[in-house]
């Protein structure tokens, strides 16, 4: 059988285009058609087959129009009743046929019942199928029976295809079962295997395929990684001089986690590689001031650093924070940002160009055509799932001579969880931090209904009193900017009313950057008590005295954004409240995030939970479109395999470079697009 082009065109749809595409391509479940079970033994709640002849045939019409069949064997009878059906069924289900069923069996108003079971007629006698069914994801228009052929006919033809490509001696290490029997059990698992192994994929032969499909994730990133690391960097050696009188003059010392990750990145800028790590650590952990104390090293040694954000808020608030640091070291630091008048941006266009400007913060704007650094030895990214691959790149092209790229640190506010990091991060190096500067007393979640609004006010005027500041945040309108905006304004009018004695700001993402700007210094300065706000917020803002926030229709928020929201107030040692106000009735997804939130303030915890409920996509922003996506393997189930799979892909890098490539190609295809960039 050969695909026809139109068949070729649905296969296409599911990344089908070869013979080792269809070997590869598995099954989502599998159906147990090897046993029969007596009608009135087959056990409720699991698909089971049972076999009988029809006693009687119908078509009732109520509550609906649906055919109704009686189908009796030894032991009992079932009713098995279709809701649509075609009027031929009428004929072919009559009273006399034998017929197999597969189904769930629940116990109706006529007794046991199959509600749409898979049926068809058989002879008296007919043999059992001696292989589970599998049952594979498709597309519409593609029905089980073509693919399942045609995955068949491939297998016959394409054994070959599966020659092994791992190691002897890492078969044996963690007792992989061999491919070619994988494979040929997932897709026609013999009777004796557990149905159960399959569902959950914890049977050896998904556990092959899965260590595959991880190896490979890991063999292109690493190698990719490698590739990056062939380059030199300049080697920024620790001369420790303008740190030391960077960290005399703080009013606080780091903690463990902050010195420990800060060893690690001083030992990367010291060597001639370009270094590329992944700082992470909750919200309010510091991270901030460890770019800081890189940013010196590369300063110290004659080099330029820049630190990127995705926002104009964010960036422009790394630069008020950088310049108060720094300006007494007689460091200057330069502020770019899309919005600057083009005079004023040409000034900071040659500070940065003659190295006047040893620092310069800015957006995307730092990488636009016109930036040109006098020597930029360390690119720093803020919220780095913000800015995809081409955009990292575009950065540190930016500090090329020569032969030399710059040392690149990029800094995730969301944490994320470990399994993750260990496989879509695996072309970094990471550095956690993972504890809290002291003295900070936890943020207190409330959830308070929505028609519970009076409370709220009367929380925030008690916290104003007490000369606290509040951030109040307006409800995520996704589908319209504009709704969005008249919102916020509507918000903010109606808080200016109910609050005539505070003074009331707002800010939002359509704001020019200079009155955004100037609205968050006003806040920061305490002039502004109550700050109604959109989402813009979300990331980096950092003003200690703020203690409370209240989140409207908190349910249609996310995890990560809410975590992050949070996080803005409890930076202060006074003691935070952050309100999230909901509105019913909850979606099943929504009560299951707003408990998460409200029961955890970790964020490591709070973002494990997240990738249960949604998956990886969530986490890798920008940067899902460059890196292998995993198909088989699941994060949390298989950490163990993960681990396996690294130390694997090292061994192989270094001792069996020549099946590398062929593993590769195998798994991932044309899929490892980025690893040329
Ligand atoms: P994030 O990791 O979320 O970017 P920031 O860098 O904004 O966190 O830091 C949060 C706040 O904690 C800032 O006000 C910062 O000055 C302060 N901070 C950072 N490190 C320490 C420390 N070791 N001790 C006390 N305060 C610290
Ligand atoms: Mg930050």
């Not at 990738?611 to 922003?621: A, I, K």
């Amino acid at each position: 059988m050969t695909a026809s082009t139109q068949v070729q065109e649905k296969l296409s749809r599911l990344g089908i285009a070869t013979e080792l595409d269809l070997i590869l391509h598995l099954p989502i479940r599998y159906e147990d058609e090897t046993h029969l079970f007596p009608i009135a033994d087959a056990p409720p709640g699991q698909t089971v087959q049972v076999e009988g002849v029809i006693i009687h045939t119908e078509v009732v019409f109520r509550p609906r129009r649906q055919l109704v069949c009686q189908v009796e064997d030894n032991s009992g009878v079932v009713v098995m009743r279709f809701l649509n059906f075609y009027g031929s069924q009428i004929k072919t289900y009559a009273v006399g046929k034998r017929v197999r069923l597969l189904g769930e069996i629940r116990s109706g108003f006529f007794g046991a019942e199959m509600v749409h079971p898979k049926c068809r007629i058989v002879r008296a006698g007919e043999s059992l199928a001696d292989t589970m069914t599998p049952v594979y994801p498709t597309t519409a228009g593609l029905t089980q029976t073509i693919l399942s052929k045609l995955i068949a006919q491939a297998l016959r033809n394409a054994q070959h295809m599966l020659t092994e490509t791992i190691p002897d001696g890492i078969i044996r290490k963690y007792r992989l079962m061999s491919l070619p029997d994988s494979i040929q059990c997932l897709h026609n698992p013999p009777p004796e295997v557990s149905i159960e192994a399959l569902q959950t994929r914890t049977h050896p032969a998904w556990r092959r395929v899965k260590f595959d499909e991880l190896l490979a994730q890991q063999l292109s990133m690493r190698l990719h990684y490698r590739q990056r690391r062939s380059r030199s960097a300049p080697a920024l050696a620790q001369k420790n001089t303008l740190q030391q009188q960077f960290l005399a003059q703080l009013n606080f010392t780091l903690t463990a986690a902050q010195i420990r990750v800060c060893a690690e990145i001083n030992r990367d800028l010291a060597s001639a590689y370009p270094m590329q790590r992944l700082l992470q650590g909750d919200v309010g952990s510091g991270k901030t001031i460890v770019a800081a104390l890189a940013a010196l090293q590369a300063i110290e040694n004659g080099y330029q650093a820049a630190i990127m954000a995705p926002t104009e808020i964010l960036a422009e608030q790394h630069f008020q924070k950088l310049t108060s640091w720094f300006e007494p070291l007689g460091i200057k630091v330069a502020w770019l940002s899309g919005s600057q008048k083009k005079k004023q941006k040409q000034a900071v266009l040659e500070d940065i160009a003659s190295g006047a400007a040893h620092l310069a913060a800015g957006t995307h704007a730092l990488f636009q055509e016109q930036v040109v650094f006098h020597q930029l030895g360390l690119a720093i990214i803020d919220e780095q799932h913000r800015f995809g691959v081409q955009q990292r790149l575009a950065l540190r092209m930016k500090g090329t001579q020569s032969d030399q790229v710059p040392h690149q640190l990029m800094m995730s506010a969301t944490p994320i969880p470990r399994t993750l990091s260990m496989s879509y991060f695996a072309d970094l190096d990471v550095s956690v931090i993972d504890e809290l500067p002291p003295g900070r007393s936890p943020v207190v979640t409330k959830l308070i209904a929505g028609n519970r609004r009076d409370e709220v006010i009367a929380r925030i005027r008690h916290a104003c009193e007490q000369g606290k500041q509040v951030y109040w945040v307006c409800p995520l309108i996704e589908e319209s900017e504009t709704l969005q905006l008249q919102t916020a304004m509507e918000t903010f009018e109606n808080l200016h009313a109910v609050f005539p004695d505070l003074t009331v700001g707002l800010v939002h993402g359509r704001l020019p950057a200079q009155e955004k700007a100037a609205v968050m210094t006003a806040f920061k300065q305490g002039e502004i008590q109550l700050l109604v706000a959109t989402t813009v917020i979300e990331v980096g803002v950092d003003v200690p005295n703020a203690s409370l926030m209240v989140i409207e229709n908190a349910e249609r928020m996310g995890l990560s954004q809410l975590h992050q929201l949070r996080g803005r107030v409890g930076r202060g040692s006074e003691a935070s409240i952050c309100i999230l106000m909901f509105q019913q009735p909850l979606s099943e997804i929504a009560r299951k995030r707003l408990r998460i939130i409200f029961e955890h303030t970790d964020g490591f915890e709070i973002a494990r939970q997240d990738l249960n409920l949604r998956g990886p996509g969530e986490f890798l922003g920008a940067r899902q479109s460059g890196v292998p996506m995993l198909r088989f393997a699941d994060l949390e189930q298989d950490g163990e395999l993960i681990t396996a799979a690294q130390a694997t892909a090292e061994e192989m890098l270094n001792r069996y470079p020549e099946l590398v490539q062929r593993h590769i190609e195998r798994w991932l295809g044309d899929k490892t697009e980025y690893l040329r960039v």
